[in-house]
């Protein structure tokens, strides 16, 4: 199709993207040559071939552009629907037998996706109920997220020990916020007091009425990126944002391990909603209060989630500023923008009066950006912390290719992604709000990739992937969408059916998206701990003197230790190939999983003995047949 | 045109009817007179503690929590019913449960914050500002609907109707559909319940206390162990009440790396109280004089092995004595 003017451009607007893609492409692929990080092998080969896919698709000569749209399957809907709940139900049954989310789970969870997705891309429209499919989607995404929750003792996670173990503990003892007043949550308390009230309300521990409210919600959630979904396109493509969504790998990491940045991904959704309607011509009051009002809850629960919140709506005002200058759909829809100067004065209120590091908020980010700049920056700087967090790719020497199994789902969801990105470009297509999605995948990539790529880690990329997902997933259905209209109806059936059976098994199967229990689990820490490890924790918190020196474990183990306030722990050490310290907690994970430990002045996994860590000449002081603590012969006089 | 299944075109009959503006009716805003009845309940039953099951806390609590607020807010600021031509920008049913959903986890915790600020964090006056708010929120609701015109009103019921419209087509795959709804929903609720009624892996700890600089048993550390020389043994497992154990202590001398000449030194056995508790103290009165020596407590279920050692006891401890 030749467009016939390209408003203020020299080419048309997907033309322009796709050149830039390719150019991205063929810049950054000698990379690989100086850095062996999947992402920068990938990477680039897979920005350049979806590139070069969606060209062929533009220049493809349709002859019917809705062959796809008109075939028919003649499948009934609710015979498939059927289907996938007995398949769902199978599914609580395997996690409740097998004990939590091992790899049949994982497998048997792949497969009611992919029966998921299928019903989404294939069904016809008679057949396809919106209802029901969603109803598959939330009932698979609290079947997964539960299993995970109610088969693991105690919490999911590091952060989650904090924020429940500690500051809703204080608050609830206290009855009072001001139990919190000298950290940072002091002005973004939603997360801690939503969870006390539904304790005190239950008459339950903390952990039940977490698991209760946002473990409930985090699912459910996914409702509103359907509603995203529905405001830009068809109900199909809608539901297909949504699926994909609620199996993505992060995701699916913070229904499990619930936190504030849990909370702040649903505010972040429901802002986004209300940005959408907004953007699409619902300018009544209504709107715009409901944009404002998550936009405070979001500042109001948690400071990185606010931040991406404000990301992504500069980009969207700045994306409705800059729409005239293509030749596209030009309608007028509400402005973005006065509600992100709103969002971001209400942000940088809260942070300059929020106690951080003995300042405030404020101070203490740009003084911490200052300090990342003349320190740390540097291109291929990759040395500061994982992009993908502790245990991550780069947190020892895994295989790269169980690291590309663990990446696959993202792959696959970023090549859909890149030619939605495009494609959402295309005159016909183009409206502010769609391209507000496109840019702002693209743009939370760089926070993600880019800015790791050059040592910049201030902004926690790892906590940014569930927030990007949002417009990922929307992106990826407009690719999808694009490539059954631009395709044959053979050749776009293989790609999808690829898709459909790929991305739900491959996202499941991910060490972010299961931290209590990650499938390579010598190569990726396992952040949730047994009966026995938590038994030891307590033992130690009720019979360790207030004035002993730290313990030595591993961690995360030892993250347990101080956010339950049992003991300070600092994590084992190898010097010169031995663990000297006066006191250990060995673990049979020690020699069996991925614990982290200091060799030398850099943190990595490896594994240890018993031996090495408890050594012959210490007293071994407890044990409950995997936990032992051991102490040096240092004050032992035998009288 | 992007759109919801709801979006029915309506019929000569509801057009005509469109313009009567009048009273609010029970049968049209039972959704709203829901929402208040349950924050309501939730308000004076959870603050009153009558000792409900926590299943029935947990039935009243989730909804009041995740839901109801945030329906009638939603149902304020959005009174028209999509699909309507006049009111095509309305939300749909799924965009008003998700939006719900993420206004009731606001205004829950907000009202929280502010009658900390006010008062203090306690779940009455937290309970009785959301029974406020809502019933406040529905109020507002009943007078934007009731200013539309009657089919333009947003109704609960309708909206459902609508969603479930084609379901008595072909009954027997409806039939499959709900059978299949109700097995799915019987398994994932027994797994629920096995997922939870567990008591977790039983698990036997066994610890060498002392006495600790403030008169407390504390593990020992190097402070503290070499102060006393009276050994508190411990042995916890809450899923064995009244279990019986028995602490076998050796000793054996070090040499060369390797531990000889080991002596059994005393023997005792402990029954574990209801709580899954039993300690005993081992006063260590040491008649051998070799030093450096190993002195070895070795837990036992019930009886001890003939020949007690590391590998057959079912727990180990060890101090050496330099």
Partial sequence: MVESSYGRLPVAPDLAIVGLGLLIAVVLFPLRFLSGQLFIQVLPPLIGVACLVYLAGRYRNVADPIGFDRRRLGTDGRVAAGLTF?????????????????????????????????????????????????????????????????TTPGLVGVDSWTHLTEYATAIRAEDSLSAIAGVKYRTAPLFHVLV???????????????????GLALPLATTLCYAIGN??????????????????????????????????????????????????????????????????????????????????????????????????????????????????GVVLGLWSVTPYHDSNFVAELVATVERTLTTSVGFLNLAGPDPTGPGGAAAGATPIGIEFLDALGFFALLFVVVLGGVAVFRRHNASPATGTYAVAAGVLTVFTFGLPLFGFNTFLPGRWYAFMYVPMAIVAAFGCRFAIRQFSPRT????????????????????????????????????????AELAAVETVRETRPDSADPIYTDHPYRTVFERTGATPANMLAIEDGEIVHDTVVY???????????????????????????????MHRLYSDGEVVVCTGIDGIDGA | MPGDSQSSPMSDKTVQSSSVVGMPSLAANGDIAAAAAIALLGAVVLSLRPGLPFAVRAAIVVPLVLFVPGYVIVGALFPAEKGVQTARMEPSLVERFGLALGLSIFVVPLIGVVVDALLSLTLVPVLDTIAAVTIAAGLIALVRRTRLPTAEQFHTTRAIRSAFSGARERPLTQLFL????????????????????????????????????????????????????????TVENPADPVGEYTIVARTGVVADGDVTDRRTVGQTTVTLDRNGTATTTYDLELDRGERPIVLTYLLYEDEPANTPTRENAVRWLRVRIE
Wanted: net charge negative; glycine share 10%; aromatic share 8%.
């Fill in chain 1, 86 to 150: 007995l398949g769902i139900g199978t599914l609580a049954l395997v996690g409740a037998t097998q004990g939590g989310r091992t790899l049949p789970f994982l497998a048997v969870s792949g497969l009611v996706g992919s029966a998921i997705l299928a019903q989404i891309l294939f069904l016809d429209d008679e057949a396809l109920g919106v209802g029901l499919v969603l109803t598959q989607v939330l009932a698979l995404a609290i079947v997964v997220r539960f299993t995970a929750l109610l």
């Fill in chain 1, 492 to 531: 776009a059936m293989t790609g999808l059916l690829v898709l459909a059976l790929v991305l739900p098994g491959a996202m499941a199967i991910n060490h972010k998206g299961t931290p209590e229990n990650p499938v390579f689990d010598e190569e990726y820490v396992t952040y949730s701990y047994d009966d």
């Fill in chain 2, 178 to 233: 709900i059978g299949a709804v109700l097995l799915s929903v019987v398994a994932i609720g027994a797994s629920g319940v096995v997922a939870t009624t567990g008591d977790g892996d039983a698990v036997t700890e066994f610890y060498l206390t002392t006495e600790g600089p403030d008169g407390g048993q504390v593990m020992a550390t190097a402070e503290t162990i070499g102060n006393d020389s009276t050994q508190q043994l």
């Fill in chain 1, 196 to 214: 006390v009230v539904v304790a005190d309300a239950l008459g339950a521990p903390l952990r039940t009425a977490t698991y209760l409210s946002l």
């Fill in chain 1, 231 to 344: 405001a830009l396109f068809e109900e199909r493509w809608a539901l297909l944002a949504a699926a994909i969504f609620a199996m993505s790998d992060h995701v699916v990491r913070w229904g499990v391990h619930i936190i504030p940045t849990s909370m702040g991904l649903v505010f972040f959704l429901g802002t986004l909603v209300a940005a959408t309607r907004l953007v699409n011509g619902d300018t009544r009051w209504s709107s715009y209060l409901l944009v404002g009002a998550f936009g405070v809850a979001t500042a109001l629960t948690h400071q990185i989630s606010a931040f991406i919140l404000l990301v992504v709506l500069g980009v969207g005002s700045a994306v409705q500023l800059l729409w005239p200058l293509l030749p596209t759909d030009t309608r007028r829809g509400g402005w973005l923008w006065p509600v992100f100067l709103l969002e971001t």
């Fill in chain 1, 587 to 617: 673990r049979q994970y020690q020699s069996q999983g991925a614990p982290v430990v200091m060799i030398g002045n850099t943190s990595g996994k490896r594994q240890v003995s018993m031996n090495e860590v408890c050594r012959r000449e």
